[in-house]
């Protein structure tokens, strides 16, 4: 820079917008790597609890079974519930970056506030379903024992 444009640059309020850059780019990576957020809510208590096995059948459907006794929930025709077909296949991914397999079925939480919650027990993932709108958690809410009034609240939402 030229010595007449340097003089005219004030050296003070320069380096304070820098200090107030580095000080917010520090905040937030802090803020990221502790695993806080100020959108998270705590859990309400649990009405409802379905363990729940997802097979890949040769012509692209899905068999969504109960793990609990093996009961066939429904079939996810070939092409169709994209919504659950992509949640299903992250959690999976995830698995196999973990070396772990089927063994563990998934868990489908059903809250008292009408909130549904996807677990994966083996890896810790979950995903919060209503982040994704009530039709898309409607298609799991179908999945939760039909007698739970989780299963109802959630439907109705």
Known sequence: MSTALTSKLPALPLAALGALVLVSVLGVGAVRIA??????QPDASTLATRQLRFEDGADGSIAVRD?????????????????????M???????????????????LLGRADGRLTLVDPGTGRRIDLEAFGPSNAVVFARLLPATSPGADHVAQR
């Open 35 to 40: 695993g806080l957020s100020a959108q998270q």
């Open 89 to 107: 296949r992250g959690l999976v991914r995830e698995r196999k970056r973990q070396g772990l397999g089927p063994e563990r079925p998934f868990e």
């Open 67 to 87: 793990a609990g006794n093996g009961a066939l929930l429904t079939t996810i025709a070939p092409g169709t519930n994209g919504f659950l077909r992509s949640a």
